[in-house]
């Protein structure tokens, strides 16, 4: 028997066994949620030595761990992944088949791990994917959040929001390591206390304890032995009731070590770049934070001597909502390992590092010094004189002005600024595009790149080939693997290789039947979810992402209604037929993105039961947009919408998915889209609109007249009337903010996002993109152009980097 064999032969009695012991049946009598949680067991126990190997060989060796700290990680389903990297994908899919059971609806029974809003935590799980297969000890550290991101349902055109309960029936890939549980302070008072040392005489009093639990999921590699953890925090009360307060009837005060503890996993805040200054957001923070740093430091020192700490260990920051790990590790050193201030300095800021994902000043995390210090007092006060030894450095050793000072102070206006706490606590801070990078160079952190240049470096980011090609779009990874190999799998610049079938018929035929295949595959979803009848051979143009402003769903929304009004004044119009696809989640209190949302819904409903429109033009919005829809739209996609307002996105990461998957790219030169316009040249992408530089001119000059190009230009004209006559909606009114926003400017500038001053060049540009459409051959050479120049954008090499300029860590062989 050959070894394949036996070990599908193994897994099925494994399986079997797992479906009896867990659910006290046959197969025959499981239902596809009993299999799948039998089957998760099965890989779990299959992997289990493995991963124990794993973390054995890495103690051993005493090598550097990176420890990856975000709010966010947005990894999806984890099965077929788990399957693929195991190359056991084959097997268990004939196991499958032997017992008669369709392993697609197995597969579905796993709800996507929603830990994340959108960019900012799927680059979390991007990264995980790759830090393991490169072999690189490194640990995710984040909230086992008992709510992920909100369902999404559209009812009337309308978003609602439903709670996400993925752990109602337990999360199979997890173990609870309740050994490693810790505790974490809030509240209280500092008291002075006797001490010779000044820096020592502080004494945290009178605060309230909750226990932090990990919970271990692993994380697997491709074809690769090793196995990393990402480590998830509960918390738990040490107490149900307190007894002292009881008993003198102070009930409130009895419970409230409870509530505390019980509240603070509850939910992810829904908010994509918007930062609300909510305390039990901060709570989440510092909780998930101080646990990772005990735990790593006790680690630590089972080996080591504390000053070897920025050798053995360095926190990537992911973003400044894990920043209070800065005063957090100063004050475990200070307090706990009684170094001095100096010690405790050199070590912190050697350890940190930050990455900074956007340069929207409302995302920027400013916490009010009252709430901070109330909550948190020792970290505050560790704030204070972190902040305090600064300035006295700008001064005396940069020479700065009060003006400057003023500017760069961590504590102001009775704020913290945890970007400017991040930045001055670590050795380095990174932008996550070259634009993004140089943006943040030269305007939102000019002042601190002129005092630390050499912290400041770019490392764009990447996606996981694994799951955005291999996993997603079987086909289309087979078709490259018979072509050049499967070596993409694990380096995906390889891809360059595909070049030489540029002018290859057959290749281009079977690219095209690929695409056709998948599009269909989309077209049946959409059918079944929205009763909507889509023309299959119509360019799918395709928007998905969070919906924000700055995103600009609403340009993609006048150039809709450009065709529309073209297609009323003259039905006999010549067009090459597109279906407009949206997908995204708003937050729930950001009004204007949720009536761009119904905005949508009802421009699709007008349009798609148009008769004079046929099947020229159909707009459809899914529903609840996540991984695993994500999955299945950009292996179907010919057109990606990239249309943000010059210098907002720092850099995307659907761009990226799409381009190797093949889609075509319609973009402004914003984020990583100037780099993959890099790639493929500029005949092989869209480029249209003001440039970040422009843009940044318009606002500063204020010349900017959205209300002039609105009288002056009547395309414009109707489309904005239309907004408000009841072409959409019989509710004249219900459109009209969108419509003032644009016109008139509420609480900001009219069209803040500059859509008028990019309207035309779109317009040019689509049309450009519907005559390229209608050569198919031309169309998918660009397509295959696209696909062999995406390696840049994989994962891995953002990784690479991150390891080799940021942590100097080196893969270990296990
Ligand atoms: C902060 C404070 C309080 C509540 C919420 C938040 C919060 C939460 C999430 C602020 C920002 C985020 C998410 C930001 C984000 O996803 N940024 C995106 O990061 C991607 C990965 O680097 C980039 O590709 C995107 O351009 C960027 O928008």
Request: glycine fraction near 4%; aromatic fraction near 10%.
């Amino acid at each position: 028997m050959s070894i394949r064999m036996l070990i599908r032969k193994q897994l099925k009695n494994e399986l079997l066994e797992n479906v009896k012991y867990i659910s006290r049946k046959t197969i025959k009598h499981a239902s596809p949620k009993e299999i799948y949680y039998a089957t998760v067991r099965t890989i779990r126990d299959l992997i289990m030595d493995q991963w124990i190997e794993s973390h054995r060989k890495y103690e051993q060796k005493n090598v550097k761990h990176v420890y990856y700290l975000s709010m966010e990680f947005l990894l999806g389903r984890a099965l077929s992944n788990n399957l693929i990297n195991l190359s056991i994908d084959n097997e268990i899919r004939q196991i499958f088949e032997e017992l008669n059971i369709d392993y697609n609806l197995i597969e579905q029974e796993e709800q996507d791990a929603a830990l994340g809003n959108g960019g900012l935590g799927r680059l979390a799980a991007c990264f995980l994917d790759s830090l393991v297969t490169l072999k690189i000890p490194a640990y995710g550290c984040g909230i086992r959040y008992k709510y992920g991101l909100f369902k999404q349902s559209i009812e009337s055109g309308y978003q609602v929001e439903y709670p996400d309960t993925w752990l109602e029936d337990g999360n199979p890939w997890e173990i609870k390591r309740t050994e490693y549980e810790t505790e974490v302070r809030f509240y209280g008072h500092i008291e002075m206390i006797d001490s010779e040392d000044p820096e020592k005489a502080f004494e945290h009093k009178g605060y309230k304890t909750v226990r932090a639990i990990p919970y271990d999921i692993p994380i697997i590699g491709y074809e690769s032995d090793n196995i990393n953890t990402l480590r998830l925090w509960d918390a738990e009360p040490v107490k149900l009731i307190d007894l002292k307060y009881f008993q003198e009837g102070k009930y409130q005060d009895a419970v409230s070590e409870r509530n505390l503890a019980q509240t603070i996993v509850d939910v992810l805040y829904p908010d994509d770049s918007h930062f609300e200054g909510k305390e039990l957001r901060l709570k989440q923070q510092y909780f998930f934070v101080s646990a990772t740093l005990q735990e790593a430091i006790r680690k630590f020192k089972e080996k080591n001597e504390m000053s070897k700490l920025p050798d053995k260990v360095v926190f990537q920051l992911n973003d400044t909502h894990p920043s209070v790990a800065i005063p957090e590790l100063m004050r475990i050193l200070i307090d706990n390992e009684n170094l001095n201030w100096a010690e405790a300095w050199e070590i912190t800021t050697n350890c940190c590092a930050y990455t900074n994902h956007t340069v929207l000043s409302e995302a920027l995390e400013r916490w009010p010094v009252d709430l901070f210090s109330r909550l948190l007092p020792r970290i505050y006060q560790i704030s204070e004189e972190i902040n305090r030894r600064f300035i006295v450095e700008l001064t005396t050793k940069y020479h700065r002005s009060q003006d400057v000072i003023q500017r760069l102070s961590i504590i102001a206006d009775g704020q913290i600024k945890m970007a400017h706490l991040a930045i001055v606590g670590s050795f380095s801070t990174n932008g996550v595009a070259a634009l993004h990078t140089d943006i943040l160079k030269k305007y939102v952190l000019h002042d601190f790149y002129e005092i630390f240049p050499e912290r400041f470096n770019n490392k764009t980011n990447g996606i996981t080939q694994r799951r955005w090609l291999l996993k997603s779009n079987p086909e289309l990874a087979k078709f490259i693997t018979r072509r050049i190999g499967d070596g993409w799998i694990i380096d995906l610049a390889q891809l360059k290789e595909l070049e030489c079938y540029l002018e290859d018929d057959v290749t281009l035929e079977e690219l095209k039947s690929i695409k056709q295949e998948n599009k269909i595959k989309l077209a049946k979803y959409i059918k079944e979810k929205n009763n909507v009848d889509i023309n299959p051979y119509s360019i799918f143009d395709v928007q998905i992402k969070r919906l924000h402003e700055y995103k600009r769903q609403l340009l993609n929304v006048l150039h809709i209604l450009y065709l529309y009004n073209l297609i009323k004044e003259n039905k006999q119009v010549e067009m090459v037929p597109r279906t407009f696809i949206f997908g995204a989640k708003a937050a729930p209190s950001y009004h204007r993105a949720k009536l761009i949302i119904k905005l949508i819904s009802d421009i699709g409903s007008v349009v798609n039961n148009d008769p004079d429109v046929g099947d020229k033009l159909k707009v459809v919005f899914l529903e609840n947009y996540r991984v695993s829809l994500a999955e299945i739209i950009f292996p179907a996609s010919d057109l990606s919408e990239q249309i943000s307002t010059a210098g907002k996105e720092a850099s995307g990461t659907g761009n990226m998915k799409f381009m190797l998957n093949g889609a075509l790219t319609i973009g402004t030169l914003d984020g990583a889209n100037v780099e993959i316009k890099e790639e493929v040249g500029d005949e092989n992408i869209f480029i249209f609109g003001n440039t970040a530089e422009e843009i940044e001119q318009l606002t500063r000059e204020a010349t900017y007249n959205p209300r002039e190009i609105y009288e002056k230009n009547p395309t414009i004209k109707k489309i904005m009337d239309q907004l408000i006559d009841g072409t959409f909606n019989p509710d004249k009114n219900l459109f009209s903010d969108l419509y003032n926003s644009i016109l008139n400017g509420m609480w900001s500038r009219p069209d803040e996002y500059y859509l008028f001053a990019d309207f035309d060049m779109y317009i040019q540009a689509q049309k450009k993109v519907s005559e390229t459409y209608k050569d198919s051959r031309k169309w998918a050479q660009i397509s295959l152009l696209n696909i062999a120049r995406s390696g840049k954008f994989s994962s891995d090499r953002t990784i690479t980097e991150y390891a080799m300029d940021i942590w100097k860590t080196v893969p270990i062989d296990i």
